[in-house]
């Protein structure tokens, strides 16, 4: 999978272009707040997913332009593709692919594949399980774009829950109705449960591997998806088998999920454990160690997908090797040997081999021989 061209018109403060892009490695380089991360987060929305930045779409228009508009003309699957996104200020967007109107970007997931590392991802071991969580949810989206509307209608269903909970100590009628939705939401618990731990169990021997290049053998990484709802029970559990055991924790805590007017129990508590040599990397790994295993995530987040989808994704790296030695970085460059990498730093990659290089100066990007 690569890109062959990316256009942007009135996207953050990029101007105007449209850029071709080498099968190899592209680097994107010039000083800080030029706007590198943003021709990253324009590419990344072809994903069918939502700014990595946490961006709103507001934010990602230029000041006191009635819209943006990016295009991408891809290979995926054997054939060229092209797509496109265009975003109005007044609300709404238009999403092409292959001149086919789509209902929504969502609707990219499967036909695009990126894997994207910035700064930011570091907050996967430093921050909350709510970040851990995401980043799981937005990486099964990319094997299975079913999954988007499965995680819609579990929040949905969440959301009716915890309007009932507000109401049902005044009005005990409504019992009968949040019994239903309990059903429901112990039902789709299951399937979130179910993939998010097919899903860790894949990771799992790839992130595994890549930890062990970074230390040279001398250290190792585990993942462990923990349920607050079904510890100690077998992960190997069939979907009806959980949908039973997802009820029965919920009818342990209604009582107190009545009391406090909000659900107590689902996979929205759940957790990504990161464990190196057999310590929580979150609570005692270093910096560096830190870093080194969100690496790891997501080149075994790429290799996964290789796997799933027989080529590779498209790699996105933001101002991430400059923070890296020699040997890690030349260690990264080789896992993503035959991959399509798309690097922005403020220097050009010195080891980085044959490879495409652009300028990017106050939102002008310009292709440069070195």
């Not at 799992?204 to 709802?229: C, R």
């Amino acid at each position: 999978m690569n890109i062959r061209k990316i256009g942007f018109w009135q996207f953050r403060n990029l101007q105007p272009a449209t850029l071709c892009l080498q099968d190899g490695v592209n680097v994107f380089f010039g000083d800080n707040a030029q706007g590198k991360t943003n021709l990253l987060e324009g590419i990344w929305l072809f994903c069918g997913a939502k700014s990595f930045r946490g961006a709103k779409e507001e934010e990602m228009l230029q000041f006191g332009a009635p819209f943006f508009k990016l295009e991408m003309e891809f290979v995926s699957q054997g054939r060229t593709q092209q797509a496109s996104i265009l975003s109005k200020r007044e609300g709404g967007r238009e999403v092409l692919l292959n001149e086919v109107k789509k209902r929504s970007s969502a609707e990219l997931a499967g036909h695009f594949c990126a894997v994207v590392f910035s700064p930011t991802h570091l907050s996967l071991i430093k921050d909350g399980p709510n970040v851990r969580r995401k980043f799981l949810d937005a990486a099964i989206c990319q094997h299975k774009p079913g999954y988007i509307k499965l995680m819609g209608d579990y929040h949905k269903a969440l959301q009716q829950k915890n309007a009932l909970l507000k109401d049902v100590w005044r009005h005990s009628q409504l019992l009968d109705e949040l019994d239903t939705w309990d059903r429901i939401l112990a039902n789709l618990c299951a399937q979130v449960y179910k993939e998010r731990v097919k899903y860790v169990q894949t990771l799992n021997p790839f992130a595994q591997e890549i930890y062990g290049g970074f230390s040279q053998q001398k250290e190792t990484l585990s993942l462990f998806y923990v349920s607050q709802d079904l510890q100690g029970f077998d992960k190997a559990l069939e979907i009806e088998e959980l949908q039973q055991a997802f009820y029965s924790a919920i009818l342990q805590k209604r009582r107190e999920e009545i009391r406090l007017g909000f659900a107590q129990t689902g996979v929205q508590r759940d957790d990504l454990e990161i464990q190196i040599n057999q310590k929580s990397a979150r609570q005692f790994a270093s910096q560096g160690q830190q870093r080194s295993a969100v690496l790891s995530l997501k080149l075994a987040e790429a290799n996964s997908l290789k796997q799933h989808l027989e080529e590779m994704p498209v790699i996105l790296l933001d101002d991430v090797l400059s923070e890296l030695d020699q040997n890690r970085q030349n260690y990264i460059l080789h896992a993503l040997k035959g991959a399509q990498v798309v690097i922005t730093g403020c220097e050009p990659i010195q080891n980085a081999g044959a490879c495409r290089v652009f300028l990017v100066n106050d939102g002008k990007v310009s292709q440069k021989e070195l």
